[in-house]
């Protein structure tokens, strides 16, 4: 079986998110893939096999983290839809089951590859007593994201706060479902991006991820409304760093970005 590592939301090597992809015929039990993901060790390995024609998607499509599987991920299917296209194994648009529904990747004339996923849902909330402490900054305002993503999201008072975060994460972890998603409006925005976040999610084993698609489906709704515009741009401030690139449709997020395989290999175990 042939196992890639692809750089999601990133035009060049060791940037973005990196994901493990698997293409299969069938997907083995779920011990082995949980198995596979914590070996690759990246935040997400993601599972593809091939569905029958006519049916309402291509591809099933299932994600992992070293620690469980999850029900959205935005990087590491830009990435699947990045391998298919590129060996051939799938053209144009490509229809993807999955725990959040039909998730539709399409391919771009400038490279990149436009998901089309969900809106999370937003609703506001009290700002929970300790989360200021255990995040290491005072939110602004806190918003439930809905099932899809499971995270609490936070504004804070400027793009310097988001930076400078050095959050406690296991106290984190009593917050939400998945994670905290941080954010707040960009200092400049002629530097290329709208809006700044971070996220963290110990709750499935990761203290920070690089760059998040599925946040994106809450960050989009949030700023669109707070910028009075439907398509933006976000940066993932984490040390790998990315950006993606929001376009709001209602009940749907469009979110775009590239990306690079790295690494192809075969698995031998």
Request: negative net charge; proline residues 7%.
């Amino acid at each position: 079986m042939r196992i890639r590592i692809v750089d999601a939301f990133t035009d060049r090597p060791f940037a973005g998110n990196p994901a493990g992809v698997m293409l299969l015929d069938a997907f083995p039990d779920d011990d082995r893939l949980q198995k596979i993901a914590l070996e690759v060790n990246h935040a997400e390995t993601a599972y593809a096999h091939p569905l029958p024609e006519g049916g309402e998607a291509d591809w099933a499509l299932r994600w992992f983290t070293p620690a469980a599987e999850v029900n959205m991920c935005g990087h590491a299917t830009l990435a699947t839809a990045h391998v298919l296209h590129t060996t051939g194994a799938h053209e144009g648009p490509v229809r993807f089951a999955s725990r959040s529904g039909v998730l539709v990747a399409t391919p771009q004339e400038d490279g990149s590859i436009t998901l089309d996923f969900p809106t999370a849902p937003l609703t506001a909330v009290e700002v929970p007593a300790g989360v200021a402490e255990a995040l290491g900054a005072e939110p602004r305002s806190a918003f439930d994201t809905g099932p899809n993503v499971g995270d609490l999201l936070l504004e804070l008072a400027d793009e310097k706060t988001v930076h400078a975060l050095t959050p406690d994460h296991k106290a984190l972890a009593a917050y939400s479902e998945r994670g905290i998603i941080a954010t707040a409006r960009a200092e400049d925005p002629s530097r290329g991006y709208d809006f700044v976040s971070r996220c963290f999610f110990p709750n499935v084993g990761i203290d920070e991820d690089p760059v998040t698609g599925s946040a994106h489906t809450a960050l989009a709704p949030f700023w669109s409304e707070q910028l009075g515009s439907p398509a933006l741009t976000g940066l993932q401030a984490s040390p790998r760093s990315g950006r993606v690139r929001t376009e709001l449709r209602g009940d749907r997020t469009l979110l775009s970005g590239r990306a690079v395989t790295v690494i192809e290999g075969e698995l031998l175990a």
